[in-house]
């Protein structure tokens, strides 16, 4: 097991954090990924620039493990996401999303020490961590809740968690949208900083696109491919900024595109400055200094690593359900209804199927005679609170079961307690025992229209999905909740 998390990487993946190989992703009929390449170097900032809807965030949520790929390879921190036994998404990987799912009824401080809980922190490093965070990232004071913060406030939360736990791996959504020009400059610093020790890489969308020059490698994407890679002096080589470069190469990838459509097929396409005839869509229009097309090893991962990664951990399991008790006791309603309906329900079902019948009027025709027969000795079987016993004749008793007085008719012949009949009537066989119910079931069940709704209203409330979500959500997917989660 641990040999096989330690293996040596292949050559030429040792330095690389992310590597994309031909990487396809749609959303039904939606393709936004269409093979796309793309290398983040150990120890660098990457920025992803791109415009709307291009596919940065899909392809960030296939890097962090969140979003499978349809075809194609991808590593991260050398083994693929979400592979066993590998803390991606994990401890490994800081990612901040582009929706921040933060929980509103936390605070400051309830948030940071929840995602501390996640990634194994002790409460005095959580603790330290936090106190560096907030006045880094100059957040409100730790106990404010996170509903009563301004948008920005709360991106810088999300990326509080990011850094929480120092990542080898920093996945950023534009983690600086809504903030003020000196604190972008002061966490551009920071991840500027953190990269330098060569341990941290990070791979930051945004939609400045200018204040991606101090990343280390850009890449600039579009529908689904990337059209450029490589640092961003070299990307605008010919360029005064980062957006006129872009807006350069967006032009030319449309010149190719309308080239193609209109010229025969197999016609040679004329040489520009920076692509060639008859490009492979897949490789940047301009790649400067790209990583090797190394082969893709094998994962192979040892049963007892696969075992031990789809079985949820206890830290998650406790620390999602600190969260819930505290969304608990921050939402009084939440409880109520988690609670209290499962017992409302419980007492409607009782109420629809009503407690034990009494005082059901029963026509018993009992043609034996003798006190020590055996018809006798069964009537007396019968509980007389619930069945009151009227002893009548044939006819009595079915002209009153014809007219609704009685809910049934017990019936025994004469010779009921002799030998031949103990042992025939017991196969059903004698005419003259009977038992008539016809109106039985309607007694015990007097609104019995009523019960599939309420049992299915019932199994719904009272199931202890409701009662103890956080175990569920953690049994459910595993150890991976974490990441999901956000
Ligand atoms: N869950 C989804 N189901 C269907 N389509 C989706 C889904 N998520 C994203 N898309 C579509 O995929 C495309 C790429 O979306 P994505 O969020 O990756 O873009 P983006 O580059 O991050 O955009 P932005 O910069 O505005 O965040 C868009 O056309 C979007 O409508």
């Not at 990664?309 to 009084?332: C, E, G, S």
Request: charged content about 20%.
């Amino acid at each position: 097991m641990k040999a096989d998390l330690e293996a040596p990487l292949p050559a030429g993946q040792e330095d690389l954090a992310i590597q994309c190989r031909d990487v396809c992703r749609s959303y039904g009929k939606l393709k936004v990924l269409s093979n796309l390449n793309l290398a983040v170097p150990q120890g660098h900032i990457y920025g992803l620039l791109g415009p709307s809807g291009c596919g940065k965030t899909t392809l960030l949520k296939c890097i962090v493990g969140t979003l499978k790929i349809s075809r194609g390879h991808i590593t991260v921190l050398g083994k693929p996401p979400a592979f066993p036994g590998h803390d991606v998404p994990g401890r490994k990987v800081g990612y901040m999303p582009q929706d921040l799912a933060l929980y509103n009824e936390f605070t400051i401080s309830d948030t940071l020490t929840f995602f501390g809980r996640i990634h194994g922190l002790t409460s005095k490093e959580t603790q330290a961590r936090m106190n560096f965070l907030i006045e880094f990232l100059d957040l409100p004071q730790k106990h404010s809740l996170v509903r009563n913060l301004s948008g920005g406030q709360r991106r810088r939360v999300s990326l509080g968690a990011a850094l929480l736990q120092n990542p080898e791996l920093l996945i950023l959504d534009e983690p600086t949208v809504g903030v003020d020009p000196v604190l972008r400059a002061k966490i551009w610093q920071h991840l500027v900083e953190i990269v330098k020790t060569g341990k941290v890489s990070v791979i930051i969308t945004t939609h400045y696109i200018e204040e991606a020059r101090q990343a280390n490698v850009v890449g600039l994407m579009r529908n689904g491919c990337l059209l450029a890679e490589g640092p961003p002096e070299a990307v605008m080589k010919q360029h005064s900024t980062l957006e006129r470069a872009f807006l350069q190469l967006c032009q030319t990838s449309d010149q190719i595109s309308s080239k193609r459509g209109s010229s025969p097929q197999g016609e040679q396409l004329e040489n520009s400055q920076s692509f060639e005839s008859g490009r492979d869509e897949s490789q940047p229009i301009l790649a400067v200094g790209l990583a090797a097309k190394d082969e893709i090893p094998k994962y192979t991962a040892d049963w007892k690593v696969r075992a031990r990664h789809l079985l949820p951990k206890w830290r998650n399991i406790a620390a999602l359900m600190i969260k819930t008790l505290v969304r608990m006791k921050r939402m009084p309603f939440s409880l109520c209804f988690q609670f209290l309906l499962p017992v409302i329900q419980i007492s409607l079902i009782c109420l629809c199927v009503g407690g034990d019948p009494n005082g059901i009027h029963v026509a018993v025709v009992n043609n034996e005679t003798a006190p020590s027969s055996f018809s006798q000795s069964l009537l007396s079987f019968l509980d007389n609170s619930s069945v009151h016993q009227v002893p009548l004749s044939h006819k009595e008793a079915f002209e009153g079961i014809y007219n609704g007085e009685y809910w049934g008719v017990i019936g025994f012949g004469k010779n009921f307690t002799s030998p031949r009949f103990t042992t025939s009537s017991t196969c059903g066989g004698s005419a003259d025992e009977y038992v008539v119910t016809r109106r039985y079931q309607t007694a015990f069940f007097p609104f019995s229209g009523c019960m599939p709704p309420c049992i299915v209203l019932h199994s719904l409330t009272f199931c202890p999905l409701l009662w103890l979500p956080s175990v569920s959500q953690t049994l459910l997917m595993g150890r991976r909740a974490v990441r999901t989660e956000r």
